[in-house]
């Protein structure tokens, strides 16, 4: 399988330039120059390993297979994930819960995060790349801890991970401040999350920090979510969770599914319509958005226009005004690298651009775009756990609430349920009516105590936990700390 960028298709690269470049030349996100053609039922009776090996195995042929059955076990197999790799809830009749939350850090970039570095390792390998990698990452929370928790005690692999001072919650930086492992580092930055991200790009445009590094041998690279590397790994639960519908009787083998996902930068949906295109039987794919509802938007109108408020919601990961992954859907819509390179280039000038009539259309035949502020996820909270006695987060709330929008009762439609209740627990606890405090394991007790719902063990322990890392600094200092990482 060869890859392409969405922004010059006359590119080719293999599996492992992609993952271990991230970013076409050009700008752009790599794609697969195909779609490999496979049918649902070779998935039927298959491990939760052995569906994503089987998945990997289509698309990252220059990979040794052995080493994807290896890395797919220790991703996923006995005794990862608490033994639930892939749960499925069934909230209603016909209105099923992936819970894609059972991983070490709680929220459903584990997923990603606990295979693509190893993929990264073994794309070295495979490329004959014997020097140091260097991961920086800037977050606002979610995404550091996914990434320090793959990335720990990788070989030829260090990584450091900024977040705005004050900017996250309690959990979160908890979460990150207690990681162990010898090549993990933790740092707050002085200032917001803007100021953060602003930090962490201008190292990776520094080109006098990168010679520098070039001389010992050591590289710079990202975790985020464009890398082809990260996506890969989501389309396996789209296989997975549809041959669980089949054998446990919830829908005919062929039947439609919907799927409706709550989105940010459109890499997990997307995995969606990866799967689809492969052959899975998917029906529809709801995009499911907060108050930031730039893709409810996209897909009535056509028109993406980032000129707009920018809400903080009680669904942070979702507060996101450009999703990137989007780019990759209008490529395979419209297999014209040179419009997407248009649209980009607009979007990055005037922050807007409209997509052609027919290209909505076509991409209207599967996406559905709806959205949920916070009155209407907490309200969607308490109606969930009131009526069918199901707990879930405020992302997954915007979930229940699009695909309500989007279907009716008749059709077969699974929700993703993207983070444990007890990652935003102060905000949940609201929701459900009690009386609201702004001490999280206060609110995580309390939660429990409720609604009978067990806290994650990863959780529970945090406050027991040895702080590690509790180091404030200037953004100015950031280079300085990638040379001597
Ligand atoms: C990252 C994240 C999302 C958004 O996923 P995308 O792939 O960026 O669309 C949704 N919910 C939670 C809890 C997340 O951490």
Redesign the pocket.
């Known amino acids: 399988m060869e890859y392409t960028s969405t922004r010059n298709d006359a590119l080719r690269v293999s599996a492992s330039e992609a993952i271990l470049k991230g970013l076409a030349p050009d700008g752009g996100l790599f794609v697969p120059v195909e779609f490999p053609q496979v049918k649902p039922e070779e998935f039927y009776g298959l491990t939760y390993p052995q569906t994503a090996e089987k998945v990997l195995r289509l698309f990252l042929t220059d990979y040794d297979p052995d080493f994807l059955k290896r890395a797919v076990e220790e991703a996923y197999g006995a005794g990862c994930f608490s033994g639930k790799a892939d749960f499925l809830a069934r909230v209603e009749e016909k209105l099923w819960s992936l819970e894609l939350?059972h991983g070490p850090t709680c929220?459903?970039?584990d997923y990603a995060l606990q295979l693509m570095p190893k993929l990264l390792v073994e794309a070295k390998r495979n490329l004959g790349d014997t020097g140091t990698t260097k991961i920086l990452v800037a977050t606002s929370g979610?995404?550091g801890k996914a990434a320090l928790a793959g990335y720990a005690g990788l070989p030829g692999i260090r990584i450091a991970v900024f977040y705005p001072n004050a900017g996250t919650s309690e959990v979160q930086r908890l979460q990150m401040a207690t990681q162990e492992g010898g090549n993990v580092a933790v740092y707050a930055v002085e200032g917001n999350f803007d100021d953060t991200q602003t930090g962490v790009k201008h190292v990776f445009a520094d080109t006098a920090l990168a010679r520098q590094l070039g001389q010992k041998n050591e590289r710079l690279s990202s975790a985020n979510?464009i890398n082809w590397g990260r996506l890969v790994p989501?389309i396996v639960y789209y296989f997975y969770s549809y041959a669980q519908l089949v054998a446990q009787n919830g829908i005919a083998a062929g039947d439609a599914v919907d799927y409706c996902?709550?989105?940010?930068?459109?890499?997990?949906?997307?995995a969606g319509y990866y799967a689809k295109r492969m052959g899975l039987p998917v029906g529809r794919l709801i995009c499911a958005s907060n108050q930031n509802n730039v893709l409810t938007e996209l897909l009535e109108t056509g028109r993406y226009d980032v000129r707009r408020p920018f809400y903080k919601t009680e669904?942070p990961?979702?507060d996101?005004l450009v999703?990137s992954?989007l780019e990759r859907l209008l490529y395979h819509t419209t297999q014209d690298a040179g419009a997407v390179a248009l649209w980009m280039q607009q979007l990055a000038q005037d922050g807007v651009y409209t997509l052609p009539e027919n290209v909505l259309a076509k991409i209207q035949e599967t996406f559905f775009g709806a959205c949920a502020d916070d009155a209407q996820g907490r309200a969607e909270i308490r109606a969930r756990f009131a009526q069918n006695g199901y707990l879930c987060?405020t992302?997954t709330a915007v979930a229940f609430c699009a695909a309500r929008t989007a279907i009716s009762s008749e059709d077969p439609c699974v929700v993703l349920s993207?983070?444990s209740p007890y990652?935003f627990p102060c905000a949940v606890l609201g929701a459900l009516g009690e009386e609201r405090t702004a001490d999280e394991f206060d609110a995580m007790r309390r939660l429990t105590e409720k609604t009978g719902v067990p806290v994650p063990e990863s959780l529970a322990s945090l406050r027991e936990k040895e702080i590690r890392f509790t180091q404030v600094i200037d953004k100015n200092e950031m280079p300085e700390i990638a040379l001597l990482l």
């Open positions: 939350w929220a459903f970039k979610d995404t979510s989501q996902v709550p989105t940010g930068n459109f890499g997990d949906i997307l669904s990961s979702m996101i999703s992954n987060d992302h993207t983070a990652k």
